[in-house]
């Protein structure tokens, strides 16, 4: 007997089937990129900082480097004057000079440049008078003192050496970026993009560009399942619409499989007489691991794993697709990717109004969510028949209505996960 009949479902609820599909990924492979190739990408390493930042002690504005002791007496009826004796620019190399000179003398310094040994803060040139008759370095008055320290960025006081810096798994944005271009790093290890193959599946699906006979629709969802997967950071095949035929069906996932770590399909996984996805899949050598999702909507989403690889078949239904590829497809994909914050982040907010559709499963209904004070207020979006498409066009959450009873009342406290990440 089938192990896919609807008399023995496998049924999971949401948490359990992502467990069920994440319990068979492997660490994923890392490879090299060049630092400007690797936005977006996921760090495949922790990063330790391999020596100090600032590598020198460096002035932090333009001015004058002075020892503060020579200055610790200074008043505006006895001003200290100094011989300025040398210069300092940025990129120019740390120099060291005499005692007698460092207690006698400033330096002309500038933002950037290495403080000389012996001198130990360094005044701004608007707070200072200066004296100047030729083209020598000219005499400086200071008539107030100044701390030991002032405007100079100690050598590693931004970071010392030796101290873990990135983790592992982070995603790598322009702030990473800033950090590995500061030590110099020209290439960065990160995780190997997973290619994942999108099947859309039915006899009735049209592709852009074609006129739309009767009877038929465009295909939806292999679009929109294959611009979430790239946005997570994926690279998606995306196979051309398959008709309702058992032999296509199990074609074009052996062959799906030869070429992708993952496989979706769309379409033809419920009852009917023409879905013929799960027995297509099981043709093809998977095993299910579920074959029903406690949820509305997207009950019929199944999931299967053949050798080291996961076959996830989503719901025709554009709405009940896009809940599936949220919720059971997304933490799934981010750990393929190597991200270690691939769970589905859930948060606390307050209905503005009762939903009166009672349901044995939970329901994951779109919504609008927004922060009014103190807490997120879940505005529910309505229309939401599994077969639209247009109505989550302006949900930028899914928010949790529990099982049973008569759905939710206005003012209850919900559970919603954000869209936009
Ligand atoms: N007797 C029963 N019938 C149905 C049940 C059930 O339990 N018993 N479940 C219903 C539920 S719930 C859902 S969800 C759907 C799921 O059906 P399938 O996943 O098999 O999807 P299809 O039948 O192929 O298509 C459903 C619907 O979606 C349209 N569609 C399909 N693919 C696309 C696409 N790529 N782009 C846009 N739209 C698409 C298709 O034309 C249908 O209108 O089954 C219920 N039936
Ligand atoms: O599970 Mo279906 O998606 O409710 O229409």
Same mark, same amino acid.
């Given at each position: 007997m089938s192990i896919v009949t609807a008399h023995h479902p496998l049924s999971a609820s949401v948490s359990i089937a992502v467990l069920k599909m994440i319990s068979h990924l492997q660490e994923p492979l890392s490879e090299m990129v060049p630092l400007e190739e690797a936005d977006s990408r996921v760090l495949a390493c922790d990063f330790e900082s391999?020596? =100090?930042?600032?590598?020198?002690?460096?002035?932090?504005?333009?001015?004058?480097?002075?020892?503060?002791?020579?200055?610790? &007496?200074?008043?505006?009826?006895?001003?200290?004057?100094?011989?300025?004796?040398?210069?300092i620019r940025s990129g120019q190399s740390e120099r060291s000079y005499d005692s007698a000179i460092s207690q006698s003398s400033a330096i002309r310094i500038f933002t950037g440049a290495p403080v000389p040994k012996g001198y130990d803060t360094v005044i701004?040139?608007?707070?200072?008078?200066?004296? /100047?008759? =030729?083209?020598?370095?000219?005499?400086?008055?200071?008539?107030? $003192?100044?701390?030991?320290?002032?405007?100079?960025? %100690?050598?590693? %006081?931004?970071?010392?050496?030796?101290i873990q810096l990135l983790f592992r798994g982070t995603t790598i944005k322009a702030k990473e970026i800033a950090v590995l271009a500061s030590f110099g790093q020209t290439e960065v290890a990160v995780y190997r993009k997973p290619t994942i193959a999108v099947i859309p599946i039915g006899d009735e699906l049209t592709l852009p560009g074609h006129g739309l006979e009767s009877g038929r629709i465009y295909d939806a &969802?292999?679009?929109?399942?294959?611009?979430?997967?790239?946005?997570?950071?994926?690279?998606?095949? #995306?196979?051309?619409?398959? +008709?309702?035929?058992?032999? /296509?069906?199990?074609?074009?996932? +052996? *062959?799906?499989?030869? =070429?992708?770590?993952?496989?979706?399909?769309?379409?033809?996984?419920?009852?009917?007489?023409?879905?013929?996805?799960?027995?297509?899949?099981?043709?093809?050598?998977?095993?299910?691991?579920?074959?029903?999702?406690?949820?509305?909507?997207?009950?019929?989403?199944?999931?299967?794993?053949?050798? *080291?690889?996961? @076959?996830?078949?989503?719901?025709? &239904?554009? +709405?009940?697709?896009?809940?599936?590829? %949220?919720? !059971?497809?997304?933490?799934?994909? !981010?750990?393929?990717?190597? #991200? =270690?914050d691939y769970r589905s982040e859930w948060m606390e907010g307050r209905l503005t109004e009762s939903i009166k559709k $009672? *349901?044995?499963?939970?329901?994951?209904?779109?919504?609008?969510?927004?922060?009014?004070?103190? %807490?997120?207020?879940?505005? @529910?979006?309505? &229309?939401?028949?599994?077969?639209?498409?247009?109505?989550?066009? *302006?949900?930028n959450a899914l928010v949790l209505i529990p099982p049973g009873g008569s759905g939710a009342s206005i003012g209850q406290e919900v559970r919603w996960v954000n869209l936009s990440v």
């Amino acid at each position: 007997m089938s192990i896919v009949t609807a008399h023995h479902p496998l049924s999971a609820s949401v948490s359990i089937a992502v467990l069920k599909m994440i319990s068979h990924l492997q660490e994923p492979l890392s490879e090299m990129v060049p630092l400007e190739e690797a936005d977006s990408r996921v760090l495949a390493c922790d990063f330790e900082s391999p020596f =100090s930042l600032p590598p020198f002690r460096r002035a932090a504005m333009d001015g004058y480097a002075i020892r503060s002791a020579v200055a610790l &007496n200074a008043c505006q009826e006895q001003p200290v004057q100094l011989q300025v004796s040398d210069e300092i620019r940025s990129g120019q190399s740390e120099r060291s000079y005499d005692s007698a000179i460092s207690q006698s003398s400033a330096i002309r310094i500038f933002t950037g440049a290495p403080v000389p040994k012996g001198y130990d803060t360094v005044i701004m040139q608007e707070t200072v008078k200066q004296h /100047k008759d =030729s083209n020598a370095f000219p005499v400086i008055q200071i008539d107030r $003192p100044y701390p030991h320290g002032q405007h100079i960025a %100690e050598k590693g %006081e931004d970071v010392p050496m030796g101290i873990q810096l990135l983790f592992r798994g982070t995603t790598i944005k322009a702030k990473e970026i800033a950090v590995l271009a500061s030590f110099g790093q020209t290439e960065v290890a990160v995780y190997r993009k997973p290619t994942i193959a999108v099947i859309p599946i039915g006899d009735e699906l049209t592709l852009p560009g074609h006129g739309l006979e009767s009877g038929r629709i465009y295909d939806a &969802n292999s679009f929109m399942v294959g611009s979430r997967l790239r946005e997570l950071g994926a690279t998606v095949i #995306r196979y051309a619409p398959v +008709s309702d035929c058992m032999e /296509k069906i199990e074609a074009a996932i +052996s *062959s799906a499989l030869d =070429s992708a770590d993952l496989v979706v399909t769309t379409g033809g996984v419920s009852v009917g007489d023409y879905d013929y996805v799960k027995v297509a899949a099981e043709h093809a050598g998977a095993e299910p691991l579920f074959t029903k999702v406690a949820m509305r909507p997207g009950t019929p989403t199944s999931g299967f794993q053949i050798n *080291s690889k996961l @076959l996830v078949c989503l719901s025709g &239904n554009p +709405s009940a697709c896009f809940t599936g590829l %949220e919720l !059971l497809l997304r933490p799934v994909v !981010l750990k393929m990717t190597g #991200r =270690s914050d691939y769970r589905s982040e859930w948060m606390e907010g307050r209905l503005t109004e009762s939903i009166k559709k $009672p *349901s044995p499963y939970p329901r994951y209904a779109r919504a609008f969510v927004y922060r009014a004070e103190k %807490e997120w207020m879940v505005d @529910l979006l309505g &229309n939401d028949k599994s077969g639209n498409v247009a109505a989550f066009a *302006s949900a930028n959450a899914l928010v949790l209505i529990p099982p049973g009873g008569s759905g939710a009342s206005i003012g209850q406290e919900v559970r919603w996960v954000n869209l936009s990440v």
